[in-house]
């Protein structure tokens, strides 16, 4: 075996392991480390790599460089996720068309996050109708914060038991939000103890609001 193929061999694990550092120094806020990481692990993999193209994609439209962006974004080609994040530029830059048509394509190759952000912009517009009928299928496609959304909706419509009913289903991913929502749907009805019960769950989830609401029930009991 030549020292050629030895580094043939080797180049997917140094991939792997220069993704993940770029993703931990990311984590940690360090940018500009992570940055390189994920430059090293797309010049490793002969420019090939998926994901250092995503991760540098995300990391230049975080800082406004939207160009580099869409560079990156261009060279993954039409998949799913880089349509879905090329409609996320264009919203940033205030055009929701150019989003929308993006999103479009995106929902077309099988985005569920195209279709929270379908939902996101007909929020925007405030299009309630339109909002709740695109978080609906992102709900059926996994994305379980479209439940907490649906909860929302409901709740300021007045229909309670369905609100009650989208956040129940959102407990498994999201305690923290679903339980404190919970919390608030029984408070306004009135039901202190249920309503502490979800708040002291919502707490053990270490939602810090929920905390707040437990000091003012107090205040009311006493």
């Not at 797309?42 to 869409?70: I, K, P």
């Not at 498994?172 to 979800?198: C, I, K, Q, S, T």
């Not at 810090?208 to 107090?218: F, P, S, T």
Request: net charge negative; proline share 1%.
């Amino acid at each position: 075996m030549s020292d050629n193929d030895d580094a043939g061999e080797e180049s997917p694990l140094r991939v792997m392991f220069l993704l993940g550092r770029g993703t931990d120094a990311y984590a940690d806020g360090r940018l500009d480390e992570a940055r390189a990481c994920y430059e090293q692990a797309l010049e490793v993999s002969g420019g090939q790599s998926c994901w250092a193209l995503h991760h540098l994609a995300v990391l230049a439209r975080e800082t406004g460089d939207f160009a580099t962006a869409r560079e990156m974004l261009a060279r993954l080609g039409d998949t799913a996720e880089a349509l879905n994040d090329l409609g996320c530029i264009a919203d940033d830059e205030g055009d929701p068309v150019g989003a929308q048509e993006f999103w479009l394509r995106a929902i077309e190759a099988g985005s569920a996050d195209a279709l929270f952000n379908m939902a996101l912009l007909a929020e925007h517009q405030e299009d309630v109708e339109e909002e709740r009928c695109w978080l609906i299928r992102a709900a059926d496609a996994g994305v379980t914060q479209a439940l907490i959304n649906l909860g929302h909706i409901s709740h300021e419509q007045g229909d309670v038991d369905n609100a009650i009913g989208w956040y129940l289903q959102a407990m498994e991913h999201h305690p923290d939000m679903a339980a404190f929502n919970l919390g608030v749907v029984y408070r306004d009805r009135g039901d202190a103890l249920m309503a502490r019960a979800w708040f002291l769950r919502a707490a053990d989830a270490y939602n810090v609001d929920a905390l707040d609401q437990l000091e003012l029930l107090d205040d009311d009991v006493a």
